[in-house]
């Protein structure tokens, strides 16, 4: 998955282990920091833990639900594995939302534990027996390259519609898909906004070649003599960001042109526009972890650019429309709709009550799981009416709901419990300060700009050393075999 590193030092009295699992606590319960880049088996305890104990390291309120009953079915997705598991009993009230980056893959290449998880996840004939969706905020490559990747490094043919990109919900943003809308980024960007509903879309490239004079960084792409006058290029009316680009300068400065100049860059700056063009973000996530020792820069970092530069010639903050991606409420929304999708096509009676988000990212995959969780109690509450926009906490748009997923998202789904796994960007830290009394919290907040920093949401629910040990506390919980 693409990754924040996120570093604080919390209270402590003591540091408890359950089992394998290990539940994240509360302020000044027990100590953990965030880790160097590089996990490694002594990070998180020797060897193979032992099983959990049933009620060893569960969330204070939390529920070990009771098996129901019926036949057992099959999910999407066959395993090339002679080791697989006998089919359940019965039918999953459960699914998983897994990161990818540092919890399946690292870079190129697969965590060994990864494997050994789908195995489990499978039947006797190699299909999954429970939903399952591939939750990434990856964005800079199509929906169907992410689904061939997984399915080489897990050995499961993985379908696109298991996949969830950062910028996947966009196909749900129809108010904007008429529009003409400038779309930055790598990789396939045209295509990807195409495959999502848009119309009329402007890469940075083409508006780079329309308009010659604006691109001034890089001496040698400057003209090397004045170009004709541009005609008949189009007004732009929107800015999808879909990723970190390639030239961050020459981005930098087309996205502030067009929205300095309400869409017509080429025109002479006159009265500067407020509030700006709508601007759709997808990946918020600073850092991100692959093969290098150290976490690299992510699409987060490119935002802080705009928002700064934009704030220093304007005075004015930088506004989103919808920022899109882990942590935001609405892609675990679109996960949620996913997941009983899949189970629908199963012919799975038994409602999805439950979500497990498995994830590397304290700031990312944890933070966005405990707020859809609280999400989920607070609509099971009924503390907001219908058709009301549900907002966990005040001005922040990372709980905004405007695409009208409660059609389709019947509040079967009881509660999304966070699993933190150590082998990614986050590394349970075994030396705990032995003067635990004299610590000091310090908190380096690296999360977007748009969400208020709430400890409580990078508590994860349980802390295990990999995904393969996510899978078999899900199971326990679930009474699964």
Known sequence: ???????????????????????????????VRSCSAEPSRADCGQGRPPAPQSEAGRRPGSQTPSPPGGPGRTAPGRLH???????APW???FGFLFDVDGVLVRGSQAVPAARRAFRRLADGGGQLRVPVVFLTNAGNCLRSAKARELSQALGLQVSPEQVI???????LFSQFHQKCMLVAGQGPVEENAQ????????????????????DMVDQSRRPKELPPPTTGFPTIEGVILFGEPVRWETSLQLIIDVLLSNGNPGAEL??????????????????WMAEAKMPRFGHGTFLLCLENIYKKVTGRELKYEALIGKPSTV?????????????????????????????DNPMS????????????????????QTGVKRSLQAASPQTEDPLELSKDCHNSVESCESILVCTGVYRHNADVPSNVEECTTETVFHGHRDFSFDPSLVEASYIVQDVNDAVQLAFKKENWS
């Open 1 to 31: 998955m693409t990754g924040v590193l996120e570093n604080f030092t919390i209270r402590t009295k003591k540091t408890t282990k359950l089992g394998f699992a290990q539940k994240r606590p509360k302020k000044g319960r027990a100590g």
């Open 81 to 87: 594995s002679r080791n697989r598991e006998p089919p």
């Open 91 to 93: 039918p999953p009230a």
């Open 165 to 171: 990109l950062s910028h996947s919900p966009l196909r």
């Open 195 to 214: 495959n999502l509903g848009f119309k009329h879309v402007v890469t940075t490239e083409a508006l780079r070649k329309a308009y010659p004079l604006l």
């Open 270 to 287: 006159r009265e500067i526009p407020y509030p700006h063009l709508p601007v759709l973000a997808c990946n918020m996530d600073l850092l």
């Open 331 to 359: 892609t675990y929304r679109y996960a949620e709709y996913l997941i009983k999708q899949q189970a629908e096509k199963q012919g799975w009676k038994s409602p999805i009550r439950r979500l497990y988000a498995v994830g």
């Open 365 to 384: 995959d944890i933070y966005g799981a405990n707020l859809y969780n609280n999400y989920l109690k607070s609509a099971h509450r009924n503390q907001v």
